[in-house]
């Protein structure tokens, strides 16, 4: 199946080298994926909301970006994209973006090769994580306590969606409630679900009632 990329990054050298790479790339491998690119943050919004993509590659220092938020902002337009990092700056700050949501991390300065492994593993896998961004991670877990609620794996606006299931709204009343679309929801929904490895509404109730007496 085809896949449609947009490269954002306010560097023309960046944004344009980046797409004949990934374009050079996949002709030879005779997969016709779409591959176009954006200067600005307000106008990668404006493309988000009108066009469905697989995969964004995005610089952090997008001018007009609300920085590490925009993960959640861009998620919230379509929360089955999927987000690899592109930037300058090293793996320490790299690894915030992805625990904000991205799906990868990858520095400026890597080889063609580079790119083209990073993108076919968020394709293949749906992640990218270089040996330095894993020890990262390993080190960031290892210094966490544990969990004191089964909802803290859930994000900020998981945990509302949550509440407000708990509460017996239905997925149409908290798309009106939130102001999202009944998709979005349903995909939030399926999300919540997995993470929290339940089944039914019921199930869910059942861990807000325990979270509660906790």
């Known amino acids: 199946m085809n896949k449609k990329i947009i490269i954002a990054d306010n560097h023309f050298v960046v944004r344009i080298g980046?797409?004949?790479?990934?374009?050079?790339?996949?002709?030879?491998?005779?997969?016709?994926?779409?591959?176009?690119?954006?200067?600005?943050?307000?106008?990668?919004?404006?493309?988000l909301l009108k066009e469905k993509f697989d995969l964004l590659i995005l610089d952090m220092n997008m001018p007009g970006s609300p920085s590490l938020k925009m993960i959640k902002e861009l998620k919230e337009i379509q929360?089955?994209?999927?987000?690899?990092?592109?930037?300058?700056?090293?793996?320490?700050?790299?690894?915030?973006?992805?625990?904000?949501?991205?799906?990868?991390?990858?520095?400026?300065?890597?080889?063609?090769?580079?790119?083209?492994?990073?993108?076919?593993?968020?394709?293949?896998?749906?992640?990218?994580?270089?040996?330095?961004?894993?020890?990262?991670?390993?080190?960031?877990?290892?210094?966490?306590?544990?969990?004191?609620?089964?909802?803290?794996?859930?994000?900020?606006?998981?945990?509302?969606?949550?509440?407000?299931?708990?509460?017996g709204y239905g997925n149409l009343e908290v798309s009106n409630i939130l102001n999202l679309h009944k998709s979005t929801i349903n995909t939030y929904k399926i999300r919540i679900f997995k993470k929290l490895n339940i089944k039914t509404i019921a199930d869910l109730i059942r861990i807000g009632d325990k979270n509660k007496k906790n």
């Open 18 to 47: 980046a797409t004949l790479i990934l374009k050079s790339y996949y002709k030879k491998m005779h997969q016709d994926h779409i591959i176009c690119n954006t200067p600005s943050y307000s106008e990668l919004t404006n493309r």
């Open 79 to 167: 929360p089955e994209l999927k987000i690899l990092i592109f930037s300058i700056y090293g793996n320490d700050i790299g690894l915030q973006y992805i625990i904000e949501g991205a799906e990868g991390y990858l520095n400026k300065s890597s080889e063609e090769d580079k790119i083209i492994e990073a993108v076919e593993s968020i394709f293949e896998v749906g992640k990218y994580y270089s040996i330095d961004i894993v020890d990262l991670l390993v080190a960031s877990m290892q210094k966490k306590t544990v969990l004191s609620s089964p909802i803290d794996v859930l994000s900020e606006r998981e945990k509302e969606i949550f509440d407000l299931f708990l509460e």
